[in-house]
């Protein structure tokens, strides 16, 4: 397994289900990611539309800090 194995397979189409801490990673490879928190979906979406939600629709917002918001962890 590599790293590139699920942009390149996302890119080709295919749905790709993938969990990782490294948000800044997931924000770069998936068009659309859902968030859990304790095993619960909380949210779920395009970045831009976790964005919006989470009243975070500013530039420079990252997954990390639209994580911390939804989750109530900010």
Known sequence: WRPTTP???ARA??????SSPL???VEGIC????????GQKVADGTFEELASLSDLA?????????????TGHS
Do not use: M, N, Y
């Open 7 to 9: 942009s390149r397979r």
């Open 13 to 18: 189409g295919a749905a790709c289900l993938l």
């Open 23 to 25: 948000l800044h990673w």
């Open 31 to 38: 068009p659309r990611v859902i968030i859990r928190d304790k």
């Open 58 to 70: 500013t530039a420079g917002s990252s997954l990390e800090q639209i994580f911390l918001r939804v």
